[in-house]
């Protein structure tokens, strides 16, 4: 009897290769997600940039409670070509405040002119830039209070605020005469009272000219002879030096030199020179008796210098179903909407058309500063010195790069520091070759489990790079 051929033992099947596959496509897409969220993250989404401030002795601070640089009523920011003066709040340094300069393409504010102990302006009046980048100040320390003048140079007070003149003075021009800078200062209507046993002026209530660091002087035709005058307004020419307006009691007018020597003339051959010529900021300054014919401006208290002397940057409301600002730069009109909450957008459109987001900034919540940069870009700025920079179209040219976007959440602020989203997002994007090279090198130990080794690299690639989507996605949209 034959005997049947022994069967052959059963061989393990060849194990499939259909989990890695589906593991590595799962990879492949989350990867490719999370890329594709980077690269199209709109520049509009990201925030701000900050500005490094530094106190008077050139040592940075940061500082959440200060409230940066808010100007006043007449004054809020100066552009001097790529540099901008402010006049910044009390900080740490400087108790008493002080002027601030920001270089805003390079990031750098710094505050190098602390007020003096009770001399902190209440309204700047004018400014005046000098042959060699200064500037000089005059202010006031209180709305109706004396007049207080400075001259900044390029790392601290040249000539220190001091009082010029008491109250119930006006600053009718600044100029710069000799490298000096000259305040000319008339009494007001009621400081130039007559005596009525004598019919003289009170000699303290005589117009003179202050030189901001030198002697105050009282030029001969303000002196008043007989019969008696009131001072209106001075005006400077640069060959005769100040011409003095006064209006005598019987209320003829005239022009006198600083020889004392007067001419009458009709009202409409009085000498004028506008508000930026005599250096003013101040509209109630510039409006005083009438004589300046440029109106001052109803909201901006923004400036540029122009051969030394300020231009105002024109500047409106626009009331419709959302609040604009409206600048008007070089010739086009730049509306501004500022963000009504943390969630909304900064939005910018030059000339008609709709507008675009261009940052998303907590920091943006107030009215910006407009500052024209080099190349026909444009600078946008908070009071603190968070700033933009868009081109001459209104589209941001400088984005935050996606790791420090993350880290301030999605650009909610620049006070927020939260590393997590970077190393999450960095997870996504080289989690798979990071797992490659670990797998690799694990395999070449254990040549037998090369396959679960690889599986386990990328389950955990998939699992931890959808929580990290999961979590940043919203910030990258």
């Not at 490094?52 to 004054?75: E, K, M, N, Q, S």
């Not at 960095?426 to 090369?450: D, E, F, H, K, M």
């Not at 386990?456 to 979590?471: E, F, P, R």
Request: charged residues 20%; hydrophobic residues 45%; contains cysteine.
């Amino acid at each position: 009897m034959s005997k049947e051929p022994a069967s052959a033992p059963d061989t393990p099947a060849a194990p499939t290769r259909a989990p890695i596959v589906v593991l590595g496509l799962i990879a492949a897409a989350l990867c490719a997600t999370a890329w594709m969220m980077r690269v199209r993250l709109p520049a509009g989404r990201t925030g701000a940039r900050p500005m490094a401030w530094h106190r008077p002795d050139g040592v940075a601070f940061r500082d959440d409670r200060w409230t940066g640089c808010r100007g006043d009523t007449a004054l809020r920011s100066i552009v001097d070509d790529e540099r901008v003066w402010l006049s910044c709040e009390p900080g740490p340094g400087f108790p008493d405040g002080g002027l601030g300069v920001v270089e805003p393409l390079r990031g750098a504010g710094h505050i190098r002119w602390p007020f003096p102990p009770g001399l902190k302006p209440a309204v700047f009046v004018a400014v005046r830039g000098g042959p060699r980048g200064e500037l000089a100040v005059v202010y006031r320390t209180a709305i109706q209070g004396p007049l207080v003048g400075g001259v900044a140079g390029a790392t601290g007070w040249i000539v220190a605020p001091a009082q010029l003149a008491p109250a119930q003075r006006t600053l009718r021009g600044l100029r710069w005469a000799g490298g000096v800078a000259e305040a000319a200062i008339v009494p007001d209507a009621l400081a130039s009272q007559v005596d009525p046993a004598t019919l003289t002026v009170d000699p303290a209530a005589v117009a003179l000219v202050a030189r901001l660091g030198g002697a105050t002087t009282v030029p001969s035709a303000a002196r008043c002879q007989a019969p008696p005058c009131r001072h209106r307004d001075a005006v400077h020419d640069d060959r005769a030096g100040w011409q003095w307006i006064i209006q005598e009691w019987d209320q003829t007018t005239g022009v006198a030199d600083d020889r004392g020597e007067v001419r009458r003339v009709e009202r409409g051959e009085l000498p004028r020179a506008t508000r930026q010529d005599r250096g003013l900021l101040d509209e109630f300054e510039a409006a005083t008796f009438g004589i300046d014919p440029v109106p001052a401006p109803q909201f901006s208290r923004n400036f540029r210098l122009v051969a030394g002397a300020p231009e105002v940057i024109p500047m409106e409301l626009e009331h419709g179903e959302e609040l604009r600002f409206v600048y008007q730069l070089d010739d086009a009109a730049w509306k501004v909407k500022t963000p009504d909450s943390q969630s909304d957008g900064l939005r910018i459109v030059v000339g008609a058309g709709a507008m675009e987001v261009v940052a998303h900034d907590s920091a943006f919540l107030g009215e910006p500063i407009l500052i024209p940069a080099a190349g026909d870009r444009v600078v946008v700025m908070t009071d603190r010195g968070n700033h933009i920079v868009v081109d001459a179209s209104g589209r941001r040219v400088d984005p935050l790069d996606v790791a420090e976007h993350l880290r301030r959440r999605g650009s909610v602020g620049a006070f927020i520091d939260e590393m997590r989203h970077v190393w999450l997002a960095r997870w996504a994007w080289y989690g798979p070759l990071l797992c490659l090279v670990i797998a690799s090198s694990l395999a070449v130990a254990a040549r037998r489990r090369r396959r679960a080794i690889v599986m386990t690299a990328m389950a955990t690639y998939v699992v931890v790079a959808t929580i990290a989507l999961i979590d940043i996605a919203p910030l990258l949209r």
